[in-house]
């Protein structure tokens, strides 16, 4: 049992042999991947780095478009507060928010639009 | 994920690990290999039977060239600084962890066909697990000695995964017990318990070898 048995000793025989006779194929893919390592390697590390901001670009492209599909389309534009105020002061006969008006409200506008003319010239007399 | 080390409390483990060190002594003499100085030389000198033990471990050509690949490149990237002879049990590490990375990622691949209904067939019978395609060479193209080395190669990939390691690394292709305990990730008493298990297995299997 000391000495290395027939198991050990032909294993590893026919382990090397078989290395050694890999076929022309597949010696010249493992060429070709062993100088693609080292060349990797040998790379200079700004093109290592530009080649991880391909996907950083890529993600970062894919998460803007995410964000113009399913950003809500009707939202009222943001506006400052000042000047809000101001469209409401000259403008106060338009609802105050668009978005949220009974939509009945706005089917007949030319009718609110002469009973307001009416009105105005009435009051004028 | 690595099994637990395990106790080197059978008897024949001083024995067997003392027949490997002899074969190893021969094979040193016989080879009488300086440590290659550049990390050209060493996957030079290495990636051929690297690619054995990896077709052996995955029995599929195409995976066990994209282990290969990704071991030397892994190596090269991040670990050319390191002194040479260093590079040995660290490139079996690497390459060890990619085939298992690559077993698991087959198994995956396997459960989700199963899902899909790829598992069954017409009549509701279970098919094989799936399994790429290989297109190397047939058995008919091979010689009486590679149907030997496939008879050991098909043997090795019945055994359990660590034992696999242990006799891959130590046996075929000649580390040191700590260098494989490196490669493994383990203790160098689980290396001989392994070893001693896959050689109990392995005679077993591969009884006109005596």
């Known amino acids: ?53 391909v996907p950083a670009g890529a993600f970062a492209a894919i998460a803007v478009a995410a964000l113009m599909v399913f950003s809500p389309r009707d939202s009222a534009p943001v506006q400052a507060p000042g000047a809000t105020q101001t469209v409401e002061a000259t403008d106060g006969d338009l609802p105050p928010d668009l978005g949220n008006t009974d939509p009945s409200l706005m089917q007949n506008l030319d009718f609110y639009d002469w009973l307001a003319t009416n009105d105005s010239s009435q009051a004028s007399r | 994920m690595e099994s637990p080390d395990v106790r080197s409390d059978e008897p024949d483990d001083r024995a067997m690990n003392s027949a490997v060190s002899t ?26 039977r690297a690619f054995r033990l990896a077709e052996m471990s995955l029995g599929h050509r195409e995976d066990a060239m994209d282990a290969v690949q990704d071991a030397m490149l892994r190596l090269v990237r991040n670990y050319r600084d390191k002194p040479a002879q260093e590079w040995t049990p660290l490139f079996w590490g690497i390459l060890r962890r990619r085939i298992v990375d690559l077993q698991r990622r ?105």
């Open chain 1, 1 to 53: 049992m000391n000495a290395p048995d027939n198991l050990e000793r032909r294993a590893r025989e026919l382990y090397r042999e078989a290395s050694r006779r890999i076929d022309p194929a597949t010696a010249g893919r493992l060429r070709a991947a062993r100088r693609e390592a080292l060349a990797a390697a040998a790379a200079p590390a700004h093109l290592r780095f530009a080649r991880m901001l």
């Open chain 2, 106 to 210: 087959r198994k995956v691949r396997s459960i989700v066909v199963g899902w899909l209904g790829g598992g069954r067939d017409d009549d509701g019978d279970e098919l094989p697990a799936w399994e790429p395609a290989d297109n190397g060479p047939g058995p008919l193209d091979r010689l009486q000695d590679s149907q030997s080395y496939e008879d050991m190669a098909a043997a090795v990939r019945k055994l359990p995964r660590r034992q696999q390691e242990a006799f891959m690394l130590r046996v075929l292709e000649g580390l040191d017990v700590a260098e494989t305990a490196q490669a493994m990730g383990c203790s160098e008493g689980s290396v001989k318990t392994h070893l001693s298990r896959a050689m109990h297995n392995l005679r077993d299997q591969l009884e006109d070898w005596r």
């Open chain 2, 23 to 48: 074969l190893e002594a021969e094979l040193l003499a016989n080879d009488a290999q300086a440590v290659p100085t550049s990390l050209d030389a060493f996957l030079a000198q290495v990636e051929r």
